[in-house]
């Protein structure tokens, strides 16, 4: 068995992954304290081709030294904007036609592995903080919550990785149409 090279792989371009329909599925991250875990979610949102990564609060936003070295200049590729407060970014985001979830253990949230995202619709996912999660103040505001089941003791996961198993569910059950057709304008 022999690894892939870059070639081998077909990597789009940066102008190739920007021109593509990108998955209608946007992450949301509320105040998430470390730039590392900014970074893991520009990487992620890049390998699904997510839509974009919405920053809000005390989340860093690039241009930042260690959001790239996570990123590996994914936070280039990945587009992005920022809110001061998540509450704005949900309010924005509703106005724009998406569905807000948090990604929380709520009463009456979906498990993941329940939930089957509706065609045409789109989502947006509320990532929460690393010691709080999702504030509760954008929990009452969402459409709904999805969780992740877990067995262990600690009953949480590092958000980066949350990222990855949310977003890796979304990417699965994805239209064929999103598997890097560029957008029509």
Sequence with gaps: MQKLTQQQM????????????KLPVVAVLDNVRSAGN????????DAFGMAEVVLCGITARPPQKEIHKTALGAELTVAWRGFATTLEAVEALRAEGYRVLAVEQ?????????????VGQRYALVFGNEVDGVDQSVVDV??????????????????AVTGGVVLWHFFTRR?????RQPTEV
């Design 38 to 45: 900014v970074g893991a979610f520009f990487r992620t949102s």
């Design 142 to 159: 969402c459409d709904g919550a999805i969780e992740i089941p877990q067995v262990g003791t600690k009953h949480s996961l590092n958000v």
């Design 10 to 21: 077909g990597r789009l371009t940066v102008d190739e992954f920007k021109a593509m329909a």
């Design 106 to 118: 709520c009463e009456g949230s979906t498990m993941l592995g329940d939930f089957v995202p509706e």
């Design 175 to 179: 239209p064929s149409t999103v598997d």
